[in-house]
């Protein structure tokens, strides 16, 4: 479906962005990853499935990296056409403990880099009347948790974002729309589970079921892969009046 196609996707070295990633690319979308940590065995992963891969290792919290990573993805692919935000970071902390760095960098990261990619992506998209963003949100989107000021605050941040350019988008082939997940084991979740289980005294296991009994309904993780797939059906032509939403793949946490 998506062969000769080009898909972005921020922070895809790792956990959701690399199942995304990997869902459009069996689709045969030609990838450009980015983001830190093994980025080796994400570039052989999205090799494997018989498609292009670009890695730029742009910080998503400087806008003029962000800039020379679409520079790139332009130079070597033409064009993107599926623009995936995904990066993201999280820090908890109450808010008048909050540290000003952290805060910064989450707004930055999580939200700011959205509204850069975008606004570098939109004008080849227009001009083919064929695009695709793909904000990856949150339950934490939709609402909030204690804790988890800037967090709750970009991703709040991102669905807004979503809806305006779905609205400035919303008579061309350009769909914009928002993923909000539930829980999803990957290490940005792994490290709050390490950190209750260390401040409660507990084992791993019981701080999972902890953390998924507060909120998910479903008591199960949502996967990358089931991400992915949401994210194929966006690209997909069922998708192409889809504008603006913000879908949650929670286990019901939103729907409480
Ligand atoms: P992760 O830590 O596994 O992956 C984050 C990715 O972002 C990595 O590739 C990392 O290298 C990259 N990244 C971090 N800082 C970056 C920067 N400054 N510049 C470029 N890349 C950077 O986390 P994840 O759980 O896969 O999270 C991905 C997205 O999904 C985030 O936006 C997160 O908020 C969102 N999300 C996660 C969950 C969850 O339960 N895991 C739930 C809802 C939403």
Redesign the pocket.
Known sequence: MLKNKTALV?????????GIAKSLARQGANIVL????DVEAAQAEIAALGVQVLYHG????KPEEIEAMMAAAAARFGRVDVLVN?????HVAPVEEFPLARWDSIIA??LSSAFHTTRLALPAMKAANWGRIIN?????GLVASAQKAA?VAA?HGVVGLTKVVALETATTGVTCNAI??????????QKQLDDKAAAQGISNEEATQQLLREKEPSLQFTT?EELGELAVFFCSPAGNNVRGVAWAMDGGWTAQ
């Open positions: 921020t922070g895809s070295t790792s956990g959701i962005g690399l980015n983001g830190f940590g742009a910080d998503m919290s995904n990066a993201g970071i999280q990261i999580n990856v949100a949150s339950a934490h967090y991703k909000c997940p539930g829980w999803v084991l990957t290490p940005l979740v990358p």
